[in-house]
């Protein structure tokens, strides 16, 4: 059964800095991983998507890795701003199973 | 333009009342899905439809009843609703199902259901 961790739960971090969000997984069968960001109240939006045969995706300040034989993907923000401050998860489809498992999340909050 | 938008955002009731979800995607996606979000903000899939044949179906119970009239549309309808499916309620949509190359899924804003 696939679970899957974020850690840390919550994060908070001066502007500028650049940070490292991470998530395991159990099973490193997987068609895809997503990640996504949720702003209070609202619904998921997608940042990055990696089909099982890549290694990174990259989308302006983010880039996100996927090591399937270690059961890991990181999400690089860089230069991180107030408006990145929001709730990010990452969702593991494993093969065979055809639907997305979700970690809790991770809080990130950037102060000004 | 909305992509995915749901109706009501919010739906306060009491319990064993009947009630609906709205779901409607304007993406031409083939596949839509409904997702639970509990109060510890976890997510977890309840239902898949690709081209409005069921294919995901999790364990939930028979209460709640998804109906796709098109391929536009998941609607989500709960029978004698209890305190416990409080909960915000998404629905998302893909190109794709989920063993497909181009399965970036899209939410919409979500919907807060209130039993009380």
């Known amino acids: 059964k696939q679970e899957v961790t974020q850690i840390p739960a919550a994060l908070s971090v001066p502007e500028g800095e650049n940070l490292v969000l991470n998530c395991s997984f159990t099973d490193s069968a997987i068609y895809n991983l997503q990640w996504f960001r949720q702003d209070p109240g609202k619904g998921l939006t997608s940042l990055l998507l990696?089909?099982?045969?890549?290694r990174e995706q990259t989308s302006g300040r983010l880039n996100a890795s996927l090591d399937k034989s270690s059961g890991r993907s990181t999400l690089y923000i860089a230069a991180s701003q107030p408006g990145d401050s929001a709730t990010y998860l990452c969702a593991v489809s494993t093969s065979g199973t055809y639907k997305y498992i979700f970690g809790t999340g991770t809080r990130l909050k950037v102060l000004a | 333009d909305t992509a995915v938008s749901q109706t009501p955002k919010y739906l306060v009731t009491q319990m064993g009342n009947d009630k609906s979800i709205k779901c409607e995607q304007n993406l031409g996606h083939d596949t839509m899905y409904w997702y639970k979000q509990d109060s510890k903000k976890f997510l977890k899939i309840m239902f898949s439809?690709?081209?409005?044949?069921?294919?995901i179906n999790e364990t939930v119970p028979n209460r709640f009843s998804p109906k796709s009239p098109d391929k536009a549309h998941l609607n989500l309808h709960i029978n004698s609703l209890e305190l416990g499916d409080s909960a915000v309620y998404f629905c998302a949509s893909s190109q794709e199902p989920v063993w497909g190359l181009r399965f970036e899924q899209y939410f919409g804003p979500g919907t807060r259901l209130t039993v009380t």
């Open positions: 439809y690709n081209n409005k044949e069921l294919i």
């Open positions: 990696i089909q099982s045969s890549q």
